[in-house]
């Protein structure tokens, strides 16, 4: 079964830092960009970051300097590294890729305290 799976998400105060994981099945990781994006409450889904497979990223402007995108091709993992949190990034995160067509995980709730 072709799935993403995130994890790490949780409860953390301002200025805390967290590290998101998605493991993909391998049909949908090899040779694919990565992306993570979020939703909060009462808005739109996001991009937050991208990471394609030689390893080039993309952060978005709002988590630069806070947020890195990493992957192990070995692993089929994607991991997304949150430092200085800010209580606006509380969202729910989403793991996506795209293969003829969109993969989407079940989304790893962020919450940030102040």
């Known amino acids: 079964q072709v799935q993403l799976v995130e994890s790490g998400g949780g409860l953390v105060q301002a200025g805390g830092s967290l590290r998101l994981s998605c493991v993909a099945s391998?049909?949908?990781?090899?040779?694919?960009?990565m992306d993570w994006y979020r939703q909060a409450p009462g808005k739109q889904r996001e991009l937050v970051a991208s990471?394609?497979?030689?390893?080039?990223?993309y952060i978005a402007d709002s988590v630069k300097g806070r947020f890195t995108v990493s992957r192990d091709n070995a692993k089929n993992t994607v991991y997304l590294q949150m430092n200085s949190l800010k209580p606006e990034d509380t969202a729910v995160y989403y793991c996506?890729?795209?293969?003829?067509?969109?993969?989407w995980g079940q989304g790893t709730r962020v919450t940030v305290s102040s």
């Open positions: 391998r049909e949908i990781f090899d040779f694919n960009a």
């Open positions: 996506h890729t795209l293969r003829h067509t969109d993969y």
């Open positions: 990471i394609f497979y030689n390893k080039d990223t």
